[in-house]
Nanobody
Framework: QLQACGGGLVQPGGSLRLSCAAS????????MGWYRQAPGKQRELVAV???????NYADFVKGRFGIDRDNAKNPVFLQMNSLQPEDTAVYSC????????????????WGQGTQVTVSS
């Protein structure tokens, strides 16, 4: 399972750091990513990082957010700077996990969301 934490209430211009850790049977982890869903809107990709450290970001967070993980392991972090009210959403993480060496494919797992509220 995946456990995300680090959300909260922050003023505009502030920062938060989210973390997401996978637990249970894990032989390998490929991509790990962050998504968000604001009220009344569809879930959207925020950032994703592969096990080589390569990252991709949504245009609306480039230059403000950073995703990182240590040596292809977990947890994965999302550093959010210069937060704005439009960043208010439930942030969720996912990961492509290979549970054991006897299973030769990766399955996508989702964690529960953590609320981020940006307001003065």
């Amino acid at each position: 399972q995946l456990q995300a934490c680090g959300g909260g209430l922050v003023q505009p211009g502030g920062s938060l750091r989210l973390s997401c850790a996978a637990s249970g049977s894990i032989f390998g982890i490929n991509n790990m990513g962050w998504y968000r869903q604001a009220p009344g809107k569809q879930r959207e990709l925020v950032a994703v990082i592969n096990n080589s450290g390569g990252a991709n970001y949504a245009d609306f967070v480039k230059g403000r957010f950073g995703i990182d993980r240590d040596n292809a392991k977990n947890p994965v972090f999302l550093q959010m700077n210069s937060l704005q009210p439009e960043d208010t959403a439930v942030y969720s993480c996912n990961a492509d996990i290979r549970p054991t060496k006897y299973i030769d494919y990766y399955r996508t797992y989702w964690g529960q969301g953590t609320q981020v509220t940006v307001s003065s």
